[in-house]
């Protein structure tokens, strides 16, 4: 059994900063890319950021330059930094990863969400 846990979600005044964290764990044998992904209401899923386990990263333009994508590949866990937040951010964040099982299945998992809520 293979699980994405989140943290660091929250209510935060526009111009304010916040952290998500997101560990895989279970029988993991590889961590490929690693991202998040948000969805406001009414709205589809969307890019927010990913990185790959050799640090390449990819960013939607909207966050360019505010939000920053790491990992650390030993704790299996990717972060979000996100800063100078505005309330069109407003939305549950989810975590995303892929790579192999302990089986050597590729897997392709999503956390269940953190809400992220930006006041104006």
């Known amino acids: 059994q293979l699980q994405l846990v989140e943290s660091g979600g929250g209510l935060v005044q526009a111009g304010g900063s916040l952290r998500l964290s997101c560990t895989a764990a279970?029988?993991?044998?590889?961590?490929?890319?690693m991202g998040w992904y948000r969805q406001a209401p009414g709205k589809q899923r969307e890019l927010v950021a990913t990185?790959?386990?050799?640090?390449?990263?990819l960013y939607d333009d909207s966050v360019k330059g505010r939000f920053t994508i790491s990992r650390d590949n030993a704790k299996k866990t990717v972060y979000l930094q996100m800063n100078s937040l505005k309330a069109e951010d407003t939305a549950v964040y989810y975590c995303?990863?892929?790579?192999?099982?302990?089986?050597?299945?590729?897997?392709?998992?999503w956390g269940q969400g953190t809400q992220v809520t930006v006041s104006s």
């Open positions: 990185i790959t386990s050799g640090g390449y990263t």
């Open positions: 279970g029988n993991i044998f590889r961590v490929n890319t």
């Open positions: 995303n990863a892929d790579g192999l099982d302990s089986s050597w299945h590729l897997y392709d998992y």
